[in-house]
């Protein structure tokens, strides 16, 4: 079930009420969200819920057997059950086929000619992103850092939680069990600040980024014909896509959990106003970045063994993290590219003794994110490449408009949620609590303008960008 | 949830649905303002423009971006207006036909774009083309509303009708992108000399082929809105109609072709198939991309059409 669709616009009410008439028992409130969240999730594909249960109970029995664990030797080893179990079924559904089809190529380099291994694999929507919740619980247990949960309807609902299952953000356990594990209470402030986040979230998707997706679509799919002006727009408009298509994804997801009663981490701080890479991945997708420095660079050993192996560190973490979106070698060097420009930053801060960049780190920032994001969104490394060079040829003519009016009304809805993002950063007011500010009123007005803007606007689009992932 | 809460929640839906509402009638009537003066612009200018001249119109163009930029109307008559439009299939055309007026005697050419009737995806949608004319016109809200491809909100909210096209149209009102005055719909595609190695590199790997199976189905909806273009044509004795699909620059897949050629026979409409016309010429001048003429190609297109026109009524 998508967010942006009629059924979710029946599907949440529905649940909503139904859930505050259980207020007294969290326990059945726990349980209806967890029906909930099977039935959000099977309106996809419910084939694929035995492994959302499988993953849940596998880690529900480990989490508590790691606890039980007399000694590190008998913890690790429960530890390694759920990372096994969780790496393997990630590694069967999304990169068997890659892996097996670049031992092919490899091979084949060397003069060996190898059978087609490739299997008709359908990735599970969401996959990456329970696995990673579920992953975080056992290795937080196997370091003491929160208990097991011995309730199982409230841990499968941790897994499954549907604001956040399909695309996250990648909730901590401990974040959020406790409030699972807990009575929850609806106010003024969490209606207010959901019920805004939620129409913000919409607008980002449903107008901002749709919109800018028809153009990058017609230009990705046919640049070999494009010079490089038209290239670098598209490139522009694709990076504001995919920023406003998941943030509106994450806002849409942290809104609705307020409605429950919920309070998600947040996900995304403006990333585009960052002085450096590493602000950058501060602000951007901040629940995966937080989780690869917690649970990887911190294990691989962060700053801790000294300056060359930090470098080690950062570029495996990014090149892994790359990894995560998708099993392409485009993401592997998008991630490389970041891993790259992340150790230039270190070794330039600690050259030079300072601590950020002065204003030009914006420009420096965007250009490297940019450059990125042409691997991210090129359907393979030699369009990439392709891109790239028609690019920095600078063949700059005239730019390919298409139809005149996708393109006015994505760059004027650019405009706005380029203000709106403006005006909200520099309150110093997070977007997650922008809506107490507003009386009923107000806040009445404001969504009734977002859905005229909607109505006028929207742009249908298949769906979330992340989805994939 | 206590009472309070409960209260305040309903204050916010309440509102919501009461401003949004008023909002919305008062944007929707002021764009229908602004709408109605617009004549010019593929948002709604091009259609206000054939709604106020159709039945004033001996020779009418129906069909896609292919129709609009094939089909010279001035060859055939001074009094002539080609209403083809970019990504529209028969859903729209069919629809627009039907709003002519019976009795009028007129040359009514649709352009069939013969992939598109054995595409098993194509759903109607372009009809959504015509929807800045919901409420505003009876038989395209009527033909909307059987289509039943507009959102259920498009009755609560009626901007909805203008998505999409709201800029264009204030850009049309405020700076007209040509003199409508003058204007017949054909709007020829002209190569420049920068476009030219493009166009060549684009032709030499054309291959109109990809999806070519013997087992192609004419889609069930197509058909029906044909077949509603078909009772029209019995009703408008005094109209001659006239089934043309224009030339593709390299289209190896003629088995659609032939299925559709039959299909129209059995009709018992005139049809004629010229995709394959200058197939064989390979003069790259006829042409913008594969699907696609140039002035060139199109004037002599037009040309050829009308000869043959004058040929089949002797």
């Known amino acids: 079930m998508l967010f942006n669709s009629l059924e979710y616009l029946i599907f949440l009410p529905i649940v909503f009420i139904i859930y505050w008439l259980l207020k007294n028992s969290y326990k059945k409130q726990n349980i209806l969200l967890l029906i909930s969240s099977y039935v959000f999730y099977g309106w996809w594909d419910y084939r694929f819920l035995s492994l959302i249960i499988f993953s849940s109970f596998l880690d529900y029995y480990v989490g508590q057997k790691i606890e039980e664990a007399t000694g590190e030797k008998n913890k690790k080893r429960w530890l390694l059950v759920s990372l096994c179990s969780n790496l393997g079924l990630l590694g069967v559904f999304k990169y068997y086929n890659f892996f097996a089809d670049s031992f092919a190529s490899s091979m084949s380099t060397f003069g060996w000619e190898v059978n087609d291994l490739t299997l008709n694999i359908i990735l599970p929507v969401g996959i990456s992103f329970y696995t990673f919740q579920t992953l975080s619980y056992s290795i937080d247990i196997y370091r003491n850092q929160i208990k097991a949960s011995r309730d199982i309807v409230g841990f499968f609902t941790f897994v499954s939680l549907f604001p956040q299952l399909v695309a996250g953000p990648i909730e901590r356990a401990s974040n959020l069990i406790p409030q699972i594990e807990n009575k929850r209470n609806l106010n003024v402030t969490l209606i207010k600040t959901g019920v805004f986040q939620i129409f913000i979230g919409l607008f980002r998707k449903v107008a901002i980024a749709d919109n800018l997706g028809i153009y990058v679509d017609s230009v990705y799919g046919n640049y070999d014909i494009h010079n490089s002006s038209t290239l670098l727009i598209a490139t522009v408009f694709y990076a504001f896509q995919i920023y406003f298509d998941f943030s509106g994804y994450s806002d849409i997801a942290i809104g609705s959990a307020k409605l429950f009663g919920f309070n998600f981490n947040r996900n995304f701080n403006f990333p585009y106003f960052s002085k450096t890479l590493t602000e950058f991945w501060r602000r951007w997708h901040m629940s995966l970045s937080f989780w690869l420095r917690d649970y990887l660079y911190i294990s691989l050993g962060g700053n801790r063994k000294g300056i060359v192996i930090t470098y080690r560190n950062l570029l495996l973490t990014m090149l892994i993290g790359g990894l995560w979106h998708g099993s392409s070698w485009n993401f592997v060097i998008w991630g490389g590219i970041h891993g790259l420009f992340l150790s230039l930053e270190k070794y330039t801060f600690s050259a030079l003794k300072i601590k950020t960049f002065n204003a030009f780190g914006y420009i420096y920032t965007f250009i490297v994110v940019l450059i990125s994001w042409i691997f991210f969104r090129a359907p393979d490394l030699q369009s990439a490449s392709t891109i790239i060079t028609e690019i920095f040829s600078f063949n700059y003519g005239s730019l390919f408009i298409g139809n005149i009016n996708s393109f006015i009304n994505a760059l004027l809805l650019l405009s706005i949620g380029f203000l709106i993002d403006l005006k909200i950063f520099r309150s110093d007011i997070p977007l997650e609590d922008y809506g107490v500010r507003y009386s009923t009123v107000r806040l009445s007005v404001i969504v009734s303008v977002i859905i005229l803007m909607l109505c006028l606007f929207y742009s249908t689009a298949e769906n979330f960008i992340y989805f994939q992932f | ?314």
């Open chain 2, 1 to 314: 949830m206590n009472s309070e809460i409960l209260k305040k929640l309903l204050k916010i839906v309440a509102l919501t649905l009461l401003i949004s509402y008023g909002l919305d009638k008062l944007l929707f009537f002021s764009l229908n303002k602004i709408s109605d003066k617009v004549m010019t612009g593929q948002a709604i200018g091009k259609l206000n423009h054939f709604l106020s001249l159709k039945d004033n119109t001996a020779f009418l163009v129906f069909g896609n971006s292919r129709a609009n930029r094939h089909i010279d109307v001035n060859i055939f008559s001074d009094n002539g207006y080609n209403m083809g439009v970019d990504g529209v299939g028969i859903a729209y055309n069919s629809t627009l036909i039907n709003t002519l007026e019976e009795d009028k005697k007129q040359l009514v050419l649709v352009h069939i774009d013969t992939k598109n009737f054995f595409d098993a995806d194509y759903d109607g949608s372009d009809i959504r083309g015509l929807k800045t004319k919901y409420q505003r016109d009876d038989k395209i809200t009527q033909a909307l509303d059987n289509s039943d491809r507009l959102s259920l909100f498009q009755k609560f909210y009626y901007c909805m009708n203008y998505n999409g096209n709201a800029i264009g149209i204030i850009k049309n009102y405020f700076k007209p992108s040509y003199d409508y005055t003058t204007y017949n719909g054909y709007d020829p595609l002209s190569v420049s000399s920068s476009q030219k190695t493009m166009r060549d590199l684009v032709l030499s790997k054309a291959n109109i082929n990809k999806d070519c199976t013997d087992k192609c189905e004419v889609n069930p909806l197509a058909l029906d809105y044909l077949k509603s273009i078909k009772s029209f044509t019995e009703t408008s004795p005094n109209k001659t109609f006239l089934f043309v699909t224009s030339p593709m620059y390299n289209d190896d897949c003629n088995s659609d072709n032939v299925k559709f050629s039959a299909l129209m026979k059995d009709l018992g409409l005139t049809y004629w198939d010229y995709t394959n016309l200058y197939k064989n010429k390979k003069d790259n001048s006829y042409w913008k991309d594969p699907t696609h003429m140039s002035k060139k190609g199109a004037e002599a297109f037009s040309l050829y059409l009308l000869k043959k026109y004058k040929a089949s009524k002797n």
